[in-house]
């Protein structure tokens, strides 16, 4: 599947907006570097945004940036923090195994069902993540956007929301 196939499949178009901005800072680089995403051709999705740098020499990652809309979901910030510990009990190792899968293979990911747990109650909505360079030419960062609707409060137990979600992962060859 192309980009341009990906971008067509996608619900929200502030999401296709966001596919279109990656791949106009990606010029003819496997992935773009972050310092070549402009923001102010994004402006609709910078409240959803959020990304984590991976460090390869500890094999960890750290929080980048997040958007107030991702900030009234997750709870607190991420800027600074270690991955490891701040989805401890949320998804963890799926969510940095897609992560490292995004930026060891240059695929983008999309997730569409139930993509956050949170207080509760559960948000629907759909995300892109993509692949960005920041310190090389090589992928170390992932940076997504997420856009959701909170469902009905969940009441009982409470199932991972790994099984009532999606992930897809596209290939980004050119």
């Not at 910078?46 to 984590?52: D, E, G, T, V």
């Not at 170390?140 to 992962?169: H, K």
Request: proline residues 3%; contains cysteine; glycine residues 8%.
């Amino acid at each position: 599947m192309s980009l341009s196939e990906l971008r067509s499949r996608l619900k929200d178009p502030r999401l296709e907006e966001f596919v279109s901005c990656w791949e106009q800072a990606r010029g003819d680089s496997e992935v773009p570097r972050w310092r070549d995403i402009d923001p102010t051709s994004m402006k609709r999705v910078l409240a959803n945004i959020w990304a984590w740098q991976y460090e390869t020499d500890n094999g960890t990652w750290t929080g980048k940036l997040a958007g107030e809309e991702i900030l009234l979901v997750l709870g607190r910030g991420m800027r600074g923090a270690k991955a490891h510990e701040y989805f401890q009990g949320r998804q963890r190792d799926l969510i940095l195994a897609r992560h490292l899968r995004i930026i060891q293979d240059r695929v983008a990911m999309v997730n569409t069902g139930r993509v956050f747990w949170h207080a509760g109650s559960f948000a629907v909505g759909e995300r892109v993540v993509l692949p960005v360079a920041t310190r090389s030419e090589t992928a170390d960062t992932v940076v997504g956007v997420t856009f959701y609707r909170f469902g009905s409060p969940v009441t009982g137990q409470v199932q991972a929301y790994a099984t009532d979600e999606e992930a897809e992962f596209i290939s980004l060859e050119k």
